[in-house]
């Protein structure tokens, strides 16, 4: 029988400075994701495009992370595991659409890069920082940092992309670069849904437990 009465099933007590946190974090995601994709297509760097829609998903993912944020565990690890699937797929979409362009031709704008890189490194390094104490949380909270982490990351390798393609003057850095956030997006991905599905495992009650413990221990 699974144990409905768990402690760590039970709704917790909202965290006023986390969902605080979670509506700073949508409001940056949401300007960002504005400004990043009218850059990424003016300047026709398909780095700033992908950073761009991964602004729009993290917006998505905190909007859902607001909403079940006063629920069961049981509750916020299936919006979790949402968010995963939402991630993996954002991850295999950018590696596909990378892909494509890398067939064909142009080379985007470096300084463009470079400026809206520096800007989005600013605005996710602040989200990451604030949401940093809240990194071994289950898995709803941790889904959020892992979005702030990956973003972070990414706004760094758009910014050496825009020096390889000032150094290069071609666009492989820039579509290197796409590859590596769809790679990073994947992982993400992969990792919250295997921490949802994990907390979403029926668990057995302890009297249970330590019944079959006893019997372990008795028959060596």
Known sequence: ????????DAPPT????????????LAINLVMFLGEIVAGITSGSRS?????????????NYAISLGVAGMALSWRSR??????????????????TTVLAALGRGVPQAET????????????????????????????????????RNDAIGNLAVLLAAA????????????????????????GGLQIINQARAELRPKKP??????????????L
């Open 48 to 60: 700033l495009q992908a950073d761009a829609l991964d602004f729009l998903g993290d917006s998505a």
């Open 164 to 187: 390889g393609v000032v150094g290069t003057g071609t666009a492989w850095p820039d579509l290197a670069v796409a590859l590596i956030m769809a790679a990073l997006g994947i992982w």
């Open 14 to 25: 909202p965290d006023p400075r986390w969902r605080r946190m979670l509506w700073i974090a």
């Open 113 to 148: 890069m470079g400026i809206v890189g520096v800007i989005a490194l600013v605005a996710n390094g602040s989200v990451a920082l604030m949401l940093y104490r809240y990194r071994s949380g289950d898995a709803n909270m941790r889904s959020v940092w892992i979005c702030s």
């Open 79 to 96: 919006a979790a595991l949402l968010k995963g699937g939402t991630i993996l797929a954002f991850g295999l979409y950018v590696l596909v």
């Open 1 to 8: 029988m699974v144990c409905n009465s768990c402690q760590s």
């Open 206 to 219: 302890a009297s249970l437990v330590e019944a079959q413990q006893t019997l372990a221990s008795t028959s």
